[in-house]
């Protein structure tokens, strides 16, 4: 069973971008156009691994370091997330603290090419982005609080197998918890009405901006490890947030439908919100993290339970 | 006493010698030599201590003849500050000589080093008061030899009046625990009753509080640390407020008898305050040693938080997580004072060789200097918190301690417990924009000035000071787990905690963090993808700035790049700004702009409290007249009043 999961795991570096992808098209159906395929990512990938690279004038060993860095990160990840509660011995462990790390050294490792490249436009987003994660890292670690008080462990597969079944929607706080993930999810894949991964304008852009200097296969692993945040995230959100059972078998069917339902999700609200003003995500956040603690008050009182 | 013993008085002898070396002319690079081999000694003494199992010297007793020692909880401060203060005294073999009182300061080093050693091994009341003032003392002794211009001196009184009117809840609590016999004996102060207790408690508090720097008694320490040599410094942040979280330690955990859940609370929120307050006010600070001292700060509230989660767990009888969650304070004291310690030194050899430590003057030294640019990233990815290095291993024990304190019931502990755990997320965060900055600003891009174009890596000792720290950082990083049950077992009744020496941190109830194998994964994968990347073709190109050529104005400064976080949090950092529009004829001639962010804390508290003291003393003035017969009548009312308060049985 963990040789299967280990696999599932490892697909997921190929998977991945068909995430970002089918969002895409499913938002263009919403949007009444015709869209580009789900397979896009993959075309796009494709096409970067065959053009050169850019080094701006100035730049050293941190903007070139930078990419595969990033994508190691993500990779890390992608091992230390268990599928439906399962997951291959990669010696990394499967904590959800450590997965926050790993996450927080992608961004300094962008942010900190951003510096190295002194452009105007890569440093607006890299401030932007950092700006967000100090509210989205609180909110994060809480909607994870949340998920580890039935299990009382951060082990994200003992946290997989506590949420399953129906009990735990008997209690308001898990609802609580779902409503911040939801929320966490928003912020850590870049999508409206946090960010919008459409457009390259200086006004609005958060994580498009970093990567406007690179180009050729440094950006294809940086476009990769975006679609991996979305695996991640998704994964996370259907594993501890969304029922599931806990079998492994009817857990991998389960989650495929829940990951299903949180990209139709995305582009349902990316299609019916408007990206909001920046300054305003902030309070949009701290709200999350009130309900999140809200839920873990609920859970240890017991109301519900 | 054994071979311990004699090497303890060795070291603390060599110490010596070693400060006489410096005072001596022209032997200052010899006495900085010595000095560092007594550190040596002494750092070793204290790993012995700390590992084995024997206590040296006398225990704590409450009797007033001096008395010295060594336990296991003095060994571990004592072997942080030998592996703290060996690279730092390397470093002052290369830094002090040329600069200003360079003989007197090497000697005052000596001094105040001792001092540390002196508090960590006292046994008794009056030795512990008479190094605690010492070392409070000699550092302020040390900056005003090395400086002493009027801004310098008006820091240093700051930090010896707050320090002082602070420091004297130490004496307090120390006394009140004398006067019930309760030092080393922890049964005597439950005897003597809460109220006693609870004297003790808010005391010790407030008293080592404010030499810890816990917001909002912290004041003194963004005004005092940078204007010291770098060396002292990196010294004062690194070592000196953890020897105050060594005395709270002392008192609140080990001789209040039974620790209140009030106080596992109250560190909860003052570290909770101390921690995004203090990485807040050093986001916005543009002079590199007042943001490094202000991360001081930060973390002596992380530092809190483990201590008081672990307060709440021995309160909810989880001891296992008690002793984690100590162990989890502990790791970072050690893990901050190393990259604390790192940074300082190297914001003293970006001084040297640009002249400046304004973070908008400074710029691509990592190619200048990829020594000290090297071992300051190394540094700052680790105050930053970012896995695999030591910063990120204690912030995860302490985040995990806090999100498992969240566990336990009554739900208002829970809430608060939960309400920390948020807090240590943004704080890390925070710390992570504002170290991006500081790399970004200092090491990486174009240099700013011409100074940071032609500077150069320092002198050997410099360097060899920074690298062994840096290595430390990294060390640390990897192999957490190896020294984690050993500090496990300091904690009051933490001796079962039954953690197994592993290399990574692989603690019940989480999914373990393994830091080797993390480490390993990431260098092999980032290597794996750059071979898969291949040989590179690149272009090279001018950064897009929409057409335009990117000039040094167009660069980023370090206010532009807080401003999204300044203008969402404007209401609690209330900027300052001030904007001038000279124009002639409809012309826009000169725009000028300066802005600043006011320490809140300096605005709220302690101005008003200044203007009601001077108050105070202009009222208290006018008493004193100068003409003798006003005296005389003083005297004859104060008389008058001991005669009415005699005939009418006051005095009894």
Same mark, same amino acid.
């Given at each position: 069973?963990?040789?299967?999961?280990? /696999?599932?795991?490892?697909?997921?570096?190929?998977?991945?971008?068909?995430?970002?992808?089918?969002?895409?098209?499913?938002?263009?159906?919403?949007?009444?156009?015709?869209?580009?395929?789900?397979?896009?990512?993959?075309?796009?990938?494709?096409?970067?691994?065959?053009?050169?690279?850019?080094?701006?004038?100035?730049?050293?060993?941190?903007?070139?370091?930078?990419?595969?860095?990033?994508?190691?990160?993500?990779?890390?990840?992608?091992?230390?997330?268990?599928?439906?509660?399962?997951?291959?011995?990669?010696?990394?462990?499967?904590?959800?603290?450590?997965?926050?790390?790993?996450?927080?050294?992608?961004?300094?490792?962008?942010?900190?090419?951003?510096?190295?490249?002194?452009?105007?436009?890569?440093?607006?987003?890299?401030?932007?982005?950092?700006?967000?994660?100090?509210?989205?890292?609180?909110?994060?670690?809480?909607?994870?609080?949340?998920?580890?008080?039935?299990?009382?462990?951060?082990?994200?597969?003992?946290?997989?197998?506590?949420?399953?079944?129906?009990? /735990?929607?008997?209690?308001?706080?898990?609802?609580?918890?779902? /409503?911040?993930?939801?929320?966490?999810?928003?912020?850590?894949?870049?999508?409206?009405?946090?960010?919008?991964?459409?457009?390259?304008?200086?006004?609005?852009? /958060?994580?498009?901006?970093?990567?406007?200097?690179?180009?050729?296969?440094?950006?294809?692993?940086?476009?990769?490890?975006?679609?991996?945040?979305?695996?991640?995230?998704?994964?996370?959100?259907?594993?501890?947030?969304?029922?599931?059972?806990?079998?492994?078998?009817?857990?991998?069917?389960?989650?495929?439908?829940?990951?299903?339902?949180?990209?139709?999700?995305?582009?349902?609200?990316?299609?019916?919100?408007?990206?909001?003003?920046?300054?305003?995500?902030?309070?949009?956040?701290?709200?999350?993290?009130?309900?999140?603690?809200?839920?873990?008050?609920?859970?240890?009182?017991?109301?519900?339970? | 006493?054994? #071979?311990?013993?004699?090497?303890?008085?060795?070291?603390?002898?060599?110490?010596?010698?070693?400060?006489?070396?410096?005072?001596?002319?022209?032997?200052?690079?010899?006495?900085?030599?010595?000095?560092?081999?007594?550190?040596?000694?002494?750092? #070793?003494?204290?790993?012995?201590?700390? +590992?084995?199992?024997?206590?040296?010297?006398?225990?704590?007793?409450?009797?007033?003849?001096?008395?010295?020692?060594?336990?296991?909880?003095?060994?571990?401060?004592?072997?942080?500050?030998?592996?703290?203060?060996?690279?730092?005294?390397?470093?002052?073999?290369?830094?002090?000589?040329?600069?200003?009182?360079?003989?007197?300061?090497?000697?005052?080093?000596?001094?105040?080093?001792?001092?540390?050693?002196? #508090?960590?091994?006292?046994?008794?009341?009056?030795?512990?008061?008479?190094?605690?003032?010492?070392?409070?003392?000699?550092?302020?002794?040390?900056?005003?030899?090395?400086?002493?211009?009027?801004?310098?001196?008006?820091?240093?009184?700051?930090?010896?009046?707050?320090?002082?009117?602070?420091?004297?809840?130490?004496?307090?609590?120390?006394?009140?625990?004398?006067?019930?016999?309760?030092?080393?004996?922890?049964?005597?102060?439950?005897?003597?009753?809460?109220?006693?207790?609870?004297?003790?408690?808010?005391?010790?508090?407030?008293?080592?509080?404010?030499?810890?720097?816990?917001?909002?008694?912290?004041?003194?320490?963004?005004?005092?640390?940078?204007?010291?040599?770098?060396?002292?410094?990196?010294?004062?942040?690194?070592?000196?407020?953890?020897?105050?979280?060594?005395?709270?330690?002392?008192?609140?955990?080990?001789?209040?008898?039974?620790?209140?859940?009030?106080?596992?609370?109250?560190?909860?929120?003052?570290?909770?305050?101390?921690?995004?307050?203090?990485?807040?006010?050093?986001?916005?600070?543009?002079?590199?040693?007042?943001?490094?001292?202000?991360?001081?700060?930060?973390?002596?509230?992380?530092?809190?938080?483990?201590?008081?989660?672990?307060?709440?767990?021995?309160?909810?009888?989880?001891?296992?997580?008690?002793?984690?969650?100590?162990?989890?304070?502990?790791?970072?004291?050690?893990?901050?004072?190393?990259?604390?310690?790192?940074?300082?030194?190297?914001?003293?050899?970006?001084?040297?060789?640009?002249?400046?430590?304004?973070?908008?003057?400074?710029?691509?030294?990592?190619?200048?200097?990829?020594?000290?640019?090297?071992?300051?990233?190394?540094?700052?990815?680790?105050?930053?918190?970012?896995?695999?290095?030591?910063?990120?291993?204690?912030?995860?024990?302490?985040?995990?301690?806090?999100?498992?304190?969240?566990?336990?019931?009554?739900?208002?502990?829970?809430?608060?417990?939960?309400?920390?755990?948020?807090?240590?997320?943004?704080?890390?965060?925070?710390?992570?924009?504002?170290?991006?900055?500081?790399?970004?600003?200092?090491?990486?891009?174009?240099?700013?000035?011409?100074?940071?174009?032609?500077?150069?890596?320092?002198?050997?000792?410099?360097?060899?000071?920074?690298?062994?720290?840096?290595?430390?950082?990294?060390?640390?990083?990897?192999?957490?787990?190896?020294?984690?049950?050993?500090?496990?077992?300091?904690?009051?009744?933490?001796?079962?905690?039954?953690?197994?020496?592993?290399?990574?941190?692989?603690?019940?109830?989480?999914?373990?963090?393994?830091?080797?194998?993390?480490?390993?994964?990431?260098?092999?994968?980032?290597?794996?993808?750059?071979?898969?990347?291949?040989?590179?073709?690149?272009?090279?190109?001018?950064?897009?700035?929409?057409?335009?050529?990117?000039?040094?104005?167009?660069?980023?400064?370090?206010?532009?790049?807080?401003?999204?976080?300044?203008?969402?949090?404007?209401?609690?950092?209330?900027?300052?700004?001030?904007?001038?529009?000279?124009?002639?004829?409809?012309?826009?001639?000169?725009?000028?702009?300066?802005?600043? #962010?006011?320490?809140?804390?300096?605005?709220?508290?302690?101005?008003? +409290?200044?203007?009601?003291?001077?108050?105070?003393?202009?009222?208290?003035r006018r008493l004193q007249t100068g003409n003798v017969r006003t005296y005389a009548a003083y005297l004859l009312g104060l008389v008058l009043v001991g005669l009415v308060c005699a005939r009418t049985g006051i005095f009894g």
């Amino acid at each position: 069973m963990s040789a299967l999961a280990a /696999i599932l795991q490892l697909l997921g570096v190929a998977l991945a971008p068909l995430l970002p992808g089918s969002i895409q098209a499913l938002k263009a159906r919403l949007q009444g156009r015709r869209g580009p395929s789900p397979w896009q990512p993959y075309r796009m990938l494709r096409r970067l691994w065959g053009k050169s690279a850019v080094d701006p004038e100035g730049t050293g060993v941190v903007y070139r370091l930078a990419p595969p860095l990033v994508a190691a990160c993500l990779l890390a990840a992608l091992v230390i997330v268990p599928i439906a509660g399962h997951a291959g011995n990669f010696g990394l462990g499967h904590d959800a603290l450590v997965l926050v790390g790993l996450l927080a050294l992608a961004r300094f490792a962008l942010a900190a090419a951003a510096w190295d490249t002194g452009s105007g436009f890569a440093l607006m987003g890299a401030a932007r982005d950092l700006m967000i994660a100090v509210f989205g890292e609180a909110l994060l670690v809480l909607a994870l609080l949340v998920a580890a008080l039935p299990a009382h462990s951060t082990d994200l597969r003992a946290m997989s197998a506590a949420a399953s079944g129906g009990a /735990i929607w008997s209690g308001p706080a898990h609802w609580c918890g779902a /409503i911040a993930f939801a929320l966490v999810i928003l912020v850590e894949t870049g999508r409206q009405p946090i960010d919008n991964p459409d457009t390259h304008l200086e006004l609005t852009m /958060i994580h498009e901006g970093p990567l406007l200097e690179y180009a050729g296969r440094d950006l294809a692993f940086i476009q990769w490890a975006a679609a991996a945040r979305h695996w991640v995230l998704l994964l996370l959100g259907a594993e501890l947030f969304l029922p599931h059972g806990s079998a492994f078998g009817a857990g991998i069917g389960l989650l495929v439908l829940g990951v299903v339902g949180l990209c139709a999700a995305l582009a349902v609200i990316e299609t019916a919100e408007a990206k909001m003003r920046i300054l305003r995500v902030p309070a949009l956040l701290g709200f999350g993290c009130v309900i999140a603690l809200a839920g873990a008050g609920l859970w240890v009182g017991g109301v519900g339970a | 006493m054994g #071979v311990l013993g004699a090497g303890a008085i060795a070291g603390c002898a060599t110490l010596a010698l070693g400060g006489l070396l410096a005072a001596w002319p022209g032997r200052l690079g010899v006495g900085v030599i010595v000095q560092a081999a007594g550190m040596l000694v002494l750092g #070793v003494v204290g790993i012995a201590v700390l +590992t084995g199992d024997q206590a040296l010297g006398a225990p704590f007793r409450s009797s007033i003849g001096p008395a010295f020692g060594l336990d296991q909880l003095s060994g571990f401060f004592v072997a942080v500050l030998g592996v703290t203060a060996v690279p730092t005294l390397l470093f002052a073999r290369d830094y002090l000589p040329g600069s200003a009182g360079e003989r007197g300061v090497g000697a005052l080093t000596a001094g105040f080093l001792l001092s540390l050693v002196g #508090v960590l091994a006292a046994r008794d009341v009056t030795t512990f008061l008479a190094f605690w003032e010492l070392m409070t003392l000699l550092p302020a002794a040390a900056i005003l030899v090395a400086k002493r211009d009027a801004s310098v001196r008006g820091a240093v009184y700051a930090y010896l009046a707050i320090t002082h009117l602070g420091g004297a809840g130490v004496w307090i609590a120390l006394l009140v625990l004398q006067h019930h016999g309760a030092i080393g004996d922890p049964s005597a102060l439950a005897a003597a009753g809460t109220g006693a207790q609870t004297l003790v408690a808010i005391a010790a508090l407030i008293g080592f509080g404010t030499k810890a720097g816990f917001i909002p008694l912290h004041s003194w320490l963004p005004r005092a640390h940078p204007v010291a040599p770098a060396h002292l410094s990196a010294l004062m942040s690194g070592m000196m407020i953890k020897v105050a979280i060594y005395g709270l330690i002392r008192v609140e955990f080990e001789w209040l008898g039974a620790t209140p859940r009030w106080l596992g609370i109250a560190l909860l929120l003052i570290g909770l305050v101390s921690a995004v307050g203090g990485v807040l006010w050093a986001l916005v600070q543009h002079d590199l040693k007042r943001l490094l001292a202000y991360h001081s700060i930060e973390n002596v509230g992380i530092i809190a938080l483990g201590l008081g989660a672990s307060l709440l767990f021995a309160d909810a009888g989880a001891y296992q997580w008690a002793a984690i969650a100590f162990a989890a304070a502990l790791l970072h004291v050690a893990n901050h004072a190393i990259f604390k310690t790192l940074l300082f030194l190297g914001a003293g050899a970006f001084e040297r060789a640009v002249g400046s430590l304004d973070l908008d003057h400074l710029g691509g030294l990592l190619r200048r200097m990829p020594w000290t640019g090297g071992a300051f990233l190394v540094g700052s990815m680790a105050i930053a918190g970012l896995p695999p290095l030591n910063g990120f291993a204690s912030e995860w024990l302490t985040l995990q301690s806090l999100l498992h304190a969240a566990f336990y019931r009554p739900v208002a502990v829970a809430l608060v417990a939960g309400a920390a755990l948020a807090g240590l997320a943004a704080t890390a965060a925070l710390a992570l924009l504002c170290f991006v900055k500081v790399v970004g600003l200092a090491l990486f891009g174009a240099p700013r000035r011409s100074q940071c174009a032609h500077a150069n890596d320092p002198a050997l000792g410099m360097r060899a000071g920074m690298a062994l720290l840096a290595a430390l950082c990294v060390l640390l990083g990897l192999v957490p787990g190896l020294i984690l049950p050993t500090l496990a077992r300091l904690a009051p009744g933490g001796a079962g905690a039954g953690l197994s020496r592993q290399p990574g941190l692989l603690v019940p109830g989480t999914g373990a963090y393994p830091a080797l194998a993390i480490a390993i994964a990431l260098a092999v994968l980032t290597a794996g993808l750059m071979r898969l990347r291949g040989s590179r073709r690149a272009a090279p190109a001018p950064a897009w700035a929409c057409g335009q050529a990117l000039v040094p104005e167009l660069g980023w400064t370090s206010a532009a790049f807080t401003k999204p976080l300044r203008l969402v949090l404007e209401g609690v950092l209330r900027p300052h700004r001030v904007l001038e529009v000279v124009r002639s004829g409809g012309m826009v001639q000169k725009i000028t702009y300066s802005g600043h #962010v006011p320490s809140l804390v300096d605005t709220l508290l302690y101005e008003p +409290t200044i203007r009601a003291g001077l108050r105070a003393a202009a009222v208290a003035r006018r008493l004193q007249t100068g003409n003798v017969r006003t005296y005389a009548a003083y005297l004859l009312g104060l008389v008058l009043v001991g005669l009415v308060c005699a005939r009418t049985g006051i005095f009894g």
